[in-house]
Protein backbone atom coordinates (compact mmCIF):
# COMPACT_ATOMS: atom_id res chain seq x y z
CA UNK A 1 0.00 0.00 0.00
CA UNK A 2 2.72 2.29 0.53
CA UNK A 3 5.31 1.36 -1.77
CA UNK A 4 8.29 3.88 -1.79
CA UNK A 5 9.90 4.73 -5.12
CA UNK A 6 13.02 6.38 -5.47
CA UNK A 7 11.48 9.89 -5.72
CA UNK A 8 9.19 9.38 -2.74
CA UNK A 9 11.45 8.55 -0.05
CA UNK A 10 13.75 11.25 -1.38
CA UNK A 11 10.41 13.55 -0.67
CA UNK A 12 9.98 11.74 2.67
CA UNK A 13 13.65 12.56 3.44
CA UNK A 14 13.35 15.92 2.62
CA UNK A 15 9.92 16.30 4.62
CA UNK A 16 11.68 15.04 7.70
CA UNK A 17 14.89 17.09 7.06
CA UNK A 18 12.11 19.89 7.42
CA UNK A 19 10.76 18.79 10.23
CA UNK A 20 14.04 18.55 12.10
CA UNK A 21 15.12 22.13 10.83
CA UNK A 22 11.97 23.36 12.22
CA UNK A 23 12.70 21.94 15.90
CA UNK A 24 16.22 22.94 15.98
CA UNK A 25 15.86 26.21 15.05
CA UNK A 26 12.96 26.38 17.49
CA UNK A 27 15.69 25.74 20.31
CA UNK A 28 18.94 27.26 19.13
CA UNK A 29 18.36 30.41 17.12
CA UNK A 30 21.67 30.43 15.53
CA UNK A 31 20.90 27.45 13.44
CA UNK A 32 18.78 29.84 11.28
CA UNK A 33 21.81 31.44 10.19
CA UNK A 34 23.33 28.43 9.21
CA UNK A 35 20.28 27.26 7.76
CA UNK A 36 20.19 30.36 5.08
CA UNK A 37 23.49 29.67 4.47
CA UNK A 38 22.98 26.39 3.31
CA UNK A 39 19.92 27.45 1.61
CA UNK A 40 22.14 29.77 -1.07
CA UNK A 41 24.94 27.58 -1.47
CA UNK A 42 22.63 24.38 -2.00
CA UNK A 43 20.77 25.75 -4.84
CA UNK A 44 23.97 28.07 -6.11
CA UNK A 45 25.94 24.81 -6.49
CA UNK A 46 22.58 22.81 -7.78
CA UNK A 47 21.96 25.86 -10.43
CA UNK A 48 25.31 25.66 -12.16
CA UNK A 49 26.28 21.92 -12.15
CA UNK A 50 22.42 20.52 -13.17
CA UNK A 51 21.49 20.75 -16.60
CA UNK A 52 17.88 21.70 -15.61
CA UNK A 53 18.50 25.13 -14.85
CA UNK A 54 15.53 26.42 -15.23
CA UNK A 55 13.98 23.78 -12.42
CA UNK A 56 16.87 24.65 -10.25
CA UNK A 57 16.45 28.23 -10.65
CA UNK A 58 12.76 28.61 -9.91
CA UNK A 59 12.94 26.11 -7.13
CA UNK A 60 15.30 28.46 -5.54
CA UNK A 61 13.25 31.75 -5.81
CA UNK A 62 10.53 29.52 -4.48
CA UNK A 63 11.76 28.20 -1.93
CA UNK A 64 13.42 31.34 -1.03
CA UNK A 65 9.95 33.41 -1.31
CA UNK A 66 8.34 30.42 1.23
CA UNK A 67 11.13 31.03 3.76
CA UNK A 68 11.53 34.73 3.90
CA UNK A 69 9.05 35.01 6.75
CA UNK A 70 10.24 32.10 8.67
CA UNK A 71 13.98 33.32 7.99
CA UNK A 72 13.12 36.41 9.31
CA UNK A 73 10.70 35.47 12.28
CA UNK A 74 14.01 33.29 13.51
CA UNK A 75 17.03 36.58 13.03
CA UNK A 76 18.67 34.71 10.75
CA UNK A 77 18.38 37.95 7.77
CA UNK A 78 21.23 39.91 8.14
CA UNK A 79 19.33 42.42 6.63
CA UNK A 80 15.42 43.21 6.07
CA UNK A 81 14.79 42.97 2.34
CA UNK A 82 17.47 39.95 1.34
CA UNK A 83 14.43 37.85 0.25
CA UNK A 84 14.02 39.30 -2.23
CA UNK A 85 17.38 40.18 -3.19
CA UNK A 86 18.00 36.38 -3.01
CA UNK A 87 15.08 35.67 -5.40
CA UNK A 88 16.03 38.42 -7.51
CA UNK A 89 19.54 36.69 -7.83
CA UNK A 90 18.18 33.55 -8.64
CA UNK A 91 16.22 34.71 -11.12
CA UNK A 92 19.07 36.78 -12.72
CA UNK A 93 21.31 33.64 -12.37
CA UNK A 94 18.75 31.67 -14.26
CA UNK A 95 18.64 34.18 -16.97
CA UNK A 96 22.39 33.58 -17.37
CA UNK A 97 22.14 30.47 -18.34
CA UNK A 98 18.78 30.11 -19.80
CA UNK A 99 18.42 33.99 -21.19
CA UNK A 100 14.73 35.41 -21.38
CA UNK A 101 12.36 35.91 -24.34
CA UNK A 102 12.29 39.18 -26.36
CA UNK A 103 8.41 39.15 -26.19
CA UNK A 104 8.55 39.70 -22.69
CA UNK A 105 8.65 43.49 -23.82
CA UNK A 106 5.62 44.15 -21.39
CA UNK A 107 7.67 43.15 -18.64
CA UNK A 108 10.37 45.80 -19.41
CA UNK A 109 7.90 48.47 -20.33
CA UNK A 110 6.57 47.66 -16.21
CA UNK A 111 9.58 48.24 -14.69
CA UNK A 112 10.67 51.37 -17.08
CA UNK A 113 6.98 52.87 -15.77
CA UNK A 114 8.26 53.12 -12.04
CA UNK A 115 11.70 55.10 -12.85
CA UNK A 116 9.90 58.44 -12.82
CA UNK A 117 8.71 58.09 -9.76
CA UNK A 118 12.07 57.40 -8.18
CA UNK A 119 13.18 60.59 -10.00
CA UNK A 120 10.53 62.88 -8.21
CA UNK A 121 11.10 61.49 -4.70
CA UNK A 122 14.97 62.16 -4.94
CA UNK A 123 13.68 65.72 -5.92
CA UNK A 124 11.07 66.08 -3.13
CA UNK A 125 13.26 63.82 -0.29
CA UNK A 126 14.13 66.32 2.43
CA UNK A 127 14.02 64.26 5.52
CA UNK A 128 17.67 64.72 6.58
CA UNK A 129 17.06 62.34 9.44
CA UNK A 130 15.84 59.74 6.94
CA UNK A 131 17.73 57.90 4.12
CA UNK A 132 16.51 58.00 0.69
CA UNK A 133 18.34 54.69 0.02
CA UNK A 134 16.24 52.80 2.47
CA UNK A 135 12.99 54.37 1.41
CA UNK A 136 13.13 53.32 -2.40
CA UNK A 137 14.39 50.07 -1.65
CA UNK A 138 11.54 49.47 1.28
CA UNK A 139 9.10 50.22 -1.84
CA UNK A 140 10.22 48.95 -4.84
CA UNK A 141 12.64 45.96 -4.35
CA UNK A 142 9.28 43.89 -4.06
CA UNK A 143 7.90 45.75 -7.49
CA UNK A 144 11.49 44.40 -8.41
CA UNK A 145 11.47 41.14 -7.75
CA UNK A 146 8.21 40.60 -9.34
CA UNK A 147 9.42 42.33 -12.27
CA UNK A 148 12.93 39.67 -12.55
CA UNK A 149 10.70 36.64 -11.95
CA UNK A 150 7.99 37.87 -14.76
CA UNK A 151 10.56 38.68 -16.91
CA UNK A 152 12.57 34.87 -16.25
CA UNK A 153 9.33 33.19 -16.52
CA UNK A 154 7.63 34.81 -19.15
CA UNK A 155 6.18 32.34 -21.64
CA UNK A 156 8.83 29.46 -20.51
CA UNK A 157 8.14 26.49 -21.59
CA UNK A 158 8.32 23.69 -18.39
CA UNK A 159 6.23 20.74 -18.04
CA UNK A 160 3.52 20.14 -15.99
CA UNK A 161 4.96 17.38 -13.62
CA UNK A 162 8.12 19.76 -13.17
CA UNK A 163 5.60 22.70 -12.07
CA UNK A 164 4.36 20.54 -9.61
CA UNK A 165 7.56 19.94 -8.20
CA UNK A 166 8.57 23.29 -7.76
CA UNK A 167 5.17 23.27 -5.99
CA UNK A 168 6.69 20.50 -3.75
CA UNK A 169 9.95 22.44 -3.07
CA UNK A 170 7.90 25.63 -1.81
CA UNK A 171 5.78 23.28 0.51
CA UNK A 172 9.01 22.33 2.18
CA UNK A 173 10.04 25.77 4.16
CA UNK A 174 6.08 26.05 4.98
CA UNK A 175 6.14 22.96 6.80
CA UNK A 176 9.43 24.39 9.00
CA UNK A 177 7.41 27.39 9.61
CA UNK A 178 4.56 25.83 10.96
CA UNK A 179 6.69 23.62 13.35
CA UNK A 180 8.82 26.23 14.58
CA UNK A 181 5.67 28.03 15.47
CA UNK A 182 3.88 25.08 17.31
CA UNK A 183 6.96 24.70 19.44
CA UNK A 184 8.02 28.30 20.22
CA UNK A 185 4.85 29.40 20.53
CA UNK A 186 3.04 29.61 23.93
CA UNK A 187 0.44 26.34 24.92
CA UNK A 188 -2.62 27.66 23.00
CA UNK A 189 -4.42 27.44 26.74
CA UNK A 190 -1.78 30.51 27.87
CA UNK A 191 -2.61 32.60 24.63
CA UNK A 192 -5.62 35.44 25.37
CA UNK A 193 -7.69 35.91 22.46
CA UNK A 194 -9.02 38.66 21.19
CA UNK A 195 -10.37 40.03 18.41
CA UNK A 196 -7.01 41.61 16.83
CA UNK A 197 -4.68 39.56 14.97
CA UNK A 198 -2.65 37.46 17.52
CA UNK A 199 0.82 37.76 17.60
CA UNK A 200 1.81 34.75 20.23
CA UNK A 201 -0.06 32.41 17.88
CA UNK A 202 1.77 33.47 15.17
CA UNK A 203 5.27 32.44 16.77
CA UNK A 204 5.89 36.03 18.25
CA UNK A 205 5.69 37.52 14.94
CA UNK A 206 3.02 39.59 12.60
CA UNK A 207 0.02 37.58 12.12
CA UNK A 208 -0.48 39.01 8.91
CA UNK A 209 2.71 37.76 6.94
CA UNK A 210 2.74 34.57 9.07
CA UNK A 211 -1.04 33.84 7.76
CA UNK A 212 -0.12 34.96 4.66
CA UNK A 213 2.62 31.96 4.28
CA UNK A 214 -0.05 29.30 5.84
CA UNK A 215 -2.42 30.11 3.31
CA UNK A 216 -0.01 29.88 0.80
CA UNK A 217 0.83 26.35 2.09
CA UNK A 218 -2.39 25.48 2.76
CA UNK A 219 -2.95 26.21 -1.12
CA UNK A 220 0.10 23.99 -2.14
CA UNK A 221 -1.23 20.94 -0.13
CA UNK A 222 -5.06 21.68 -1.87
CA UNK A 223 -3.47 21.22 -5.29
CA UNK A 224 -1.84 18.08 -4.16
CA UNK A 225 -5.13 16.70 -2.15
CA UNK A 226 -6.87 17.33 -6.02
CA UNK A 227 -3.81 16.55 -7.76
CA UNK A 228 -2.51 13.70 -5.91
CA UNK A 229 0.76 11.72 -6.14
CA UNK A 230 0.94 8.41 -6.97
CA UNK A 231 2.25 7.34 -3.16
CA UNK A 232 -0.35 6.93 -0.77
CA UNK A 233 1.57 7.73 2.54
CA UNK A 234 2.35 10.83 0.61
CA UNK A 235 -1.29 11.72 -0.18
CA UNK A 236 -1.85 10.91 3.72
CA UNK A 237 0.95 13.19 4.99
CA UNK A 238 -0.27 16.24 2.64
CA UNK A 239 -4.28 15.85 4.13
CA UNK A 240 -2.69 16.02 7.58
CA UNK A 241 -0.79 19.38 6.43
CA UNK A 242 -3.45 21.24 4.83
CA UNK A 243 -5.44 20.46 8.06
CA UNK A 244 -2.47 21.67 10.17
CA UNK A 245 -2.11 24.74 7.94
CA UNK A 246 -5.56 25.58 7.86
CA UNK A 247 -6.26 25.22 11.84
CA UNK A 248 -2.48 27.62 12.65
CA UNK A 249 -3.37 29.80 9.70
CA UNK A 250 -7.37 30.48 11.68
CA UNK A 251 -5.39 30.98 15.09
CA UNK A 252 -3.22 33.83 13.68
CA UNK A 253 -6.76 35.56 13.71
CA UNK A 254 -5.02 37.64 10.10
CA UNK A 255 -7.65 36.93 7.59
CA UNK A 256 -5.89 38.03 4.84
CA UNK A 257 -3.62 34.66 4.50
CA UNK A 258 -6.81 32.51 4.61
CA UNK A 259 -9.30 34.58 2.78
CA UNK A 260 -6.71 34.63 -0.08
CA UNK A 261 -5.91 30.96 0.52
CA UNK A 262 -10.06 30.39 0.08
CA UNK A 263 -10.09 31.94 -3.39
CA UNK A 264 -7.42 30.03 -4.81
CA UNK A 265 -8.60 27.54 -3.88
CA UNK A 266 -12.14 28.06 -5.19
CA UNK A 267 -10.34 29.05 -8.59
CA UNK A 268 -8.68 26.40 -8.85
CA UNK A 269 -11.18 24.05 -8.40
CA UNK A 270 -13.30 25.61 -11.24
CA UNK A 271 -10.36 25.00 -13.41
CA UNK A 272 -9.68 21.46 -12.31
CA UNK A 273 -13.42 20.37 -12.83
CA UNK A 274 -13.70 22.08 -15.90
CA UNK A 275 -10.93 20.64 -17.46
CA UNK A 276 -10.66 16.79 -15.71
CA UNK A 277 -12.34 13.88 -17.42
CA UNK A 278 -15.84 12.56 -16.30
CA UNK A 279 -13.67 10.17 -14.08
CA UNK A 280 -11.74 12.66 -12.21
CA UNK A 281 -14.52 14.98 -11.69
CA UNK A 282 -16.41 12.69 -9.93
CA UNK A 283 -13.54 11.37 -8.00
CA UNK A 284 -12.85 15.38 -7.14
CA UNK A 285 -16.10 15.80 -5.79
CA UNK A 286 -16.66 13.00 -3.48
CA UNK A 287 -13.12 14.54 -2.03
CA UNK A 288 -14.29 18.02 -1.61
CA UNK A 289 -17.53 16.59 -0.11
CA UNK A 290 -14.94 14.91 2.75
CA UNK A 291 -12.73 18.47 2.31
CA UNK A 292 -16.01 20.39 3.46
CA UNK A 293 -16.80 18.14 6.24
CA UNK A 294 -13.47 18.10 7.43
CA UNK A 295 -13.28 21.95 7.14
CA UNK A 296 -16.54 22.20 9.27
CA UNK A 297 -14.99 20.15 11.98
CA UNK A 298 -11.88 22.55 11.79
CA UNK A 299 -13.50 25.52 12.19
CA UNK A 300 -15.52 23.88 15.08
CA UNK A 301 -12.69 23.02 16.79
CA UNK A 302 -10.58 26.44 16.33
CA UNK A 303 -14.27 28.12 17.65
CA UNK A 304 -13.82 26.18 20.36
CA UNK A 305 -10.18 26.76 21.10
CA UNK A 306 -10.78 30.54 20.43
CA UNK A 307 -14.24 31.00 22.57
CA UNK A 308 -16.11 31.75 19.86
CA UNK A 309 -13.60 35.27 19.13
CA UNK A 310 -12.86 33.64 15.55
CA UNK A 311 -16.54 34.16 14.93
CA UNK A 312 -16.16 37.45 15.52
CA UNK A 313 -13.13 38.41 13.99
CA UNK A 314 -14.13 37.60 10.54
CA UNK A 315 -17.35 39.00 11.30
CA UNK A 316 -15.58 42.23 11.69
CA UNK A 317 -16.83 42.30 15.15
CA UNK A 318 -15.46 43.48 18.61
CA UNK A 319 -14.98 40.35 21.73
CA UNK A 320 -18.74 41.87 22.30
CA UNK A 321 -20.17 41.86 19.36
CA UNK A 322 -20.55 45.18 18.27
CA UNK A 323 -19.51 46.14 14.69
CA UNK A 324 -15.77 47.82 14.07
CA UNK A 325 -13.50 48.64 11.24
CA UNK A 326 -13.26 45.53 9.00
CA UNK A 327 -9.87 47.47 7.03
CA UNK A 328 -8.46 47.54 10.77
CA UNK A 329 -7.40 51.16 9.87
CA UNK A 330 -6.07 50.07 6.45
CA UNK A 331 -9.06 52.10 4.91
CA UNK A 332 -7.72 55.65 6.35
CA UNK A 333 -4.14 54.56 5.31
CA UNK A 334 -5.71 54.30 1.44
CA UNK A 335 -7.85 57.68 1.84
CA UNK A 336 -4.69 59.41 2.49
CA UNK A 337 -2.91 58.00 -0.67
CA UNK A 338 -5.84 58.55 -3.17
CA UNK A 339 -5.56 61.96 -1.73
CA UNK A 340 -1.80 61.78 -2.63
CA UNK A 341 -2.62 60.67 -5.85
CA UNK A 342 -5.03 63.50 -6.18
CA UNK A 343 -2.69 66.08 -5.90
CA UNK A 344 0.06 65.15 -8.14
CA UNK A 345 -2.20 63.08 -10.51
CA UNK A 346 0.65 62.69 -12.98
CA UNK A 347 3.88 61.56 -11.51
CA UNK A 348 3.01 61.23 -8.10
CA UNK A 349 4.89 62.32 -5.30
CA UNK A 350 7.36 59.93 -5.30
CA UNK A 351 8.79 56.47 -4.28
CA UNK A 352 9.15 56.74 -0.77
CA UNK A 353 7.50 59.99 -0.20
CA UNK A 354 3.71 58.11 0.42
CA UNK A 355 4.68 57.99 4.34
CA UNK A 356 5.79 61.85 4.61
CA UNK A 357 2.79 62.58 3.40
CA UNK A 358 0.46 61.19 5.51
CA UNK A 359 3.02 62.33 8.22
CA UNK A 360 2.41 66.21 7.04
CA UNK A 361 -1.32 65.18 6.70
CA UNK A 362 -2.43 63.44 9.64
CA UNK A 363 0.91 62.95 11.83
CA UNK A 364 0.55 59.07 10.94
CA UNK A 365 3.14 58.02 9.41
CA UNK A 366 2.35 53.74 8.83
CA UNK A 367 3.93 51.75 6.09
CA UNK A 368 1.28 51.01 3.27
CA UNK A 369 -0.33 48.12 2.97
CA UNK A 370 -2.09 48.36 -0.01
CA UNK A 371 0.18 48.13 -3.00
CA UNK A 372 -2.38 49.46 -5.62
CA UNK A 373 -2.87 53.05 -3.57
CA UNK A 374 0.67 53.50 -2.96
CA UNK A 375 1.15 53.11 -7.10
CA UNK A 376 -1.37 55.91 -7.38
CA UNK A 377 0.01 58.12 -4.55
CA UNK A 378 3.59 57.26 -5.66
CA UNK A 379 4.02 57.05 -9.27
CA UNK A 380 0.41 59.12 -10.05
CA UNK A 381 -0.58 58.15 -13.74
CA UNK A 382 2.12 56.33 -14.97
CA UNK A 383 1.50 53.20 -11.43
CA UNK A 384 -1.93 53.16 -13.09
CA UNK A 385 -0.51 52.22 -16.59
CA UNK A 386 1.94 49.84 -14.72
CA UNK A 387 -1.09 48.01 -12.64
CA UNK A 388 -2.52 47.43 -16.12
CA UNK A 389 -0.08 45.94 -17.44
CA UNK A 390 0.25 43.79 -14.75
CA UNK A 391 -3.31 42.58 -15.65
CA UNK A 392 -3.57 42.46 -19.13
CA UNK A 393 -0.27 40.48 -19.39
CA UNK A 394 -2.39 37.31 -17.43
CA UNK A 395 -5.61 38.24 -19.18
CA UNK A 396 -3.50 37.69 -22.72
CA UNK A 397 -2.25 34.66 -21.70
CA UNK A 398 -5.86 33.59 -20.69
CA UNK A 399 -7.20 34.59 -23.94
CA UNK A 400 -4.24 32.25 -25.94
CA UNK A 401 -4.25 28.78 -26.33
CA UNK A 402 -1.37 28.03 -23.83
CA UNK A 403 -2.85 28.05 -20.12
CA UNK A 404 -1.15 27.14 -17.16
CA UNK A 405 -3.80 25.85 -14.74
CA UNK A 406 -2.27 27.55 -11.55
CA UNK A 407 -1.98 31.06 -13.39
CA UNK A 408 -5.60 32.29 -12.18
CA UNK A 409 -4.64 31.07 -8.47
CA UNK A 410 -1.12 32.99 -8.41
CA UNK A 411 -2.74 35.98 -9.70
CA UNK A 412 -5.26 35.99 -7.69
CA UNK A 413 -2.76 35.41 -4.35
CA UNK A 414 -0.75 38.57 -5.81
CA UNK A 415 -3.70 40.84 -6.06
CA UNK A 416 -5.32 39.96 -3.21
CA UNK A 417 -1.84 39.98 -0.99
CA UNK A 418 -1.09 43.28 -2.48
CA UNK A 419 -4.28 44.43 -1.59
CA UNK A 420 -3.72 43.72 2.02
CA UNK A 421 -0.42 43.16 2.59
CA UNK A 422 1.48 45.26 -0.15
CA UNK A 423 4.14 43.70 -1.36
CA UNK A 424 6.57 43.78 2.08
CA UNK A 425 7.68 40.22 1.37
CA UNK A 426 8.87 38.67 -1.93
CA UNK A 427 6.28 36.12 -2.22
CA UNK A 428 3.37 38.16 -4.12
CA UNK A 429 5.72 39.22 -6.78
CA UNK A 430 7.05 35.93 -7.35
CA UNK A 431 3.94 34.12 -7.56
CA UNK A 432 2.79 37.03 -10.42
CA UNK A 433 5.61 36.06 -12.22
CA UNK A 434 5.21 32.30 -11.27
CA UNK A 435 2.27 32.23 -13.12
CA UNK A 436 3.19 33.49 -16.70
CA UNK A 437 4.78 30.06 -17.23
CA UNK A 438 4.11 28.30 -20.37
CA UNK A 439 3.11 24.61 -19.16
CA UNK A 440 2.81 21.81 -21.03
CA UNK A 441 1.17 19.11 -20.59
CA UNK A 442 2.36 15.19 -21.09
CA UNK A 443 1.57 13.17 -24.41
CA UNK A 444 -0.48 10.14 -24.63
CA UNK A 445 1.58 7.57 -25.49
CA UNK A 446 -0.22 5.63 -29.38
CA UNK A 447 0.00 2.40 -30.18
CA UNK A 448 2.81 1.69 -32.53
CA UNK A 449 0.68 0.68 -35.58
CA UNK A 450 -0.47 4.34 -35.58
CA UNK A 451 1.86 6.64 -37.89
CA UNK A 452 1.02 9.83 -35.83
CA UNK A 453 0.62 11.00 -32.63
CA UNK A 454 -1.39 13.94 -31.52
CA UNK A 455 -1.19 16.18 -28.13
CA UNK A 456 -2.83 14.94 -25.28
CA UNK A 457 -5.44 17.80 -24.10
CA UNK A 458 -5.50 19.22 -20.80
CA UNK A 459 -8.20 16.97 -19.52
CA UNK A 460 -6.32 13.58 -20.25
CA UNK A 461 -3.02 15.39 -19.00
CA UNK A 462 -4.06 16.25 -15.69
CA UNK A 463 -3.00 13.01 -13.15
Not at 13 to 36: N, P, T
Not at 376 to 400: C, D, N, R
Request: hydrophobic share 55%.
Amino acid sequence: MFGLDKDTTLYLQRLLLHVGIGILVSKFRVLAQVYLLAIVVYFVFQIIRQTNKTYYALGAAAYIAAAEIFLRMSKAMPFWELGKYLVIFFMLLGMFYEGFKLKAWPVLAFLFLLLPGVVVGYLNFDYFEESFRKAVLFNLSGPLSLFATALFCYQREIKFKTLLKVVDVMMLPVLTMVVYIILYAPALENIVFTTESNQAASGGYSGNQVATILGLGMFLAFIRFLIPYKNNLLNLINIGLLGLLTYRCLLTFSRGGFITAIVMMVVFTVLFINWAPLAKKAKATVKLVGLGVGGFLLWGTVMAVTGGLIYNRYAGETALGEDKDITTGRGDIISNELLAFFEDPFLGVGVGMGKFFRIEEEGDGGASHNEVSRMLAEHGVLGIFALLILLLIPLGFLLSKNRNLLMLPFVAFWFLTINHSAMRVALPGFMYGFALLSVHYAKQKRPKTKPKTTALSRQQALP
